[in-house]
């Protein structure tokens, strides 16, 4: 019997620009995406039997065909033909519809693990243009680099190197739903993108780039995110935005004392996710 055990690392974006709505219900954007070790875990068994299981035993999010790696692993075996089926189990560490990609990694993950355990031998271009139709954020995941992410986010270039940092994590739990985010944007038709610097020297210099328009729907609506950015700056952060569309907020830090205390001091609040992690 063939397994693999895999982590699905989360995302944080250091920057979010909508540029406009496009007639197939995406936006064009342009993002930066930086993977942190706050890991989902995931086990694949390959079995004879044609079945496809997926449990994650998570409030929220979908056993079987519902969960996005649920359709991730019918893909691969439809591709393989060779009969097999897999029971795949997902513990969730990353919170859910947090702005931190969690779905979309452990599609990512799902891919790549099918690929070694059914033998494909697909190339990681080949991987990302399949994770594209499950979600437009997987195939970053697969590109793993720290990336600017243009298009619906299928477009990756590598960054230049950033200089490693630690993440505090705060979500405050209030329901943000994505699609309300982005329809209730307003764009304006000439959107001006900020240059991007061609280096970075340090924490503060990552922390630059930080822009997230969706704030603009979110921040009005839901007080606490702008709440948590403020103490996060308060509480020693070199920069601090809501990633995605929310509603986690992060903390960049270059010192592994001043994050953890900012984490205690911010996770008074009970009910609130928290967690210290390092970029990857
Ligand atoms: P993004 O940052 O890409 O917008 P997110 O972190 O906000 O994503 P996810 O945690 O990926 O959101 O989940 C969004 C929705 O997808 C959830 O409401 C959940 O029901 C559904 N879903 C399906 N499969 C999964 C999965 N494996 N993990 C998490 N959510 C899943």
Redesign the pocket.
């Known amino acids: 019997m063939k397994h693999l055990s895999l982590q699905a690392p989360a995302k944080v974006n250091y920057l979010l620009d909508v540029i406009r709505r496009r007639t197939d219900g995406y936006h064009d954007l342009r993002m930066i995406m930086q993977r942190v070790n706050l890991c989902d875990e995931i086990s694949i068994i390959l079995q004879d039997k044609p079945d496809l299981n997926v449990t994650?035993g998570r409030q929220?999010?979908?056993d079987g065909p519902?969960?996005?790696?649920w359709k991730a692993a019918r893909t691969m075996l439809d591709l393989a033909e060779t009969g097999k089926g897999a029971a795949i189990s997902?513990t969730?560490k990353?919170p859910?519809?947090?702005?931190?990609?969690?779905?979309?990694s452990?599609?990512a993950s799902v891919l790549m693990g099918m690929n070694e355990l059914l033998g494909l031998h697909l190339s990681d271009e080949q991987l990302m243009q399949i994770g594209v139709k499950l979600?437009a954020?997987v195939p970053f995941f697969i590109f793993k680099n720290t990336a600017l992410a243009e298009g619906i986010g299928e477009q990756l270039r590598t960054m230049p190197t950033m200089p490693p940092a630690w993440v505090v994590l705060i979500n405050p739990g209030v329901h943000v739903s994505?699609a309300w985010v982005y329809r209730s944007l307003q764009l304006t038709n000439e959107k001006k993108l900020a240059k991007l610097p061609k280096f970075f020297d340090d924490v503060n210099s990552v922390c630059g780039i930080f822009s997230n328009d969706l704030e603009e729907v979110t921040i009005p609506a839901f007080p606490v995110i702008g709440e948590i950015k403020n103490k996060m700056l308060e509480l020693g952060a070199s920069g601090a935005m809501m990633?995605?569309?929310g509603p986690t907020v992060f903390g960049l830090f270059s010192d592994k004392d001043k994050a953890e205390k900012a984490q205690q001091a911010l996770s008074d609040n009970s009910g609130w996710f928290s967690a210290v992690v390092e970029t990857l």
């Open positions: 994650c929220g999010v979908p519902g969960n996005i790696a997902i969730k990353i859910v519809a947090a702005g931190l990609g969690g779905g979309s452990d599609a979600g954020d994505t990633s995605g569309s």
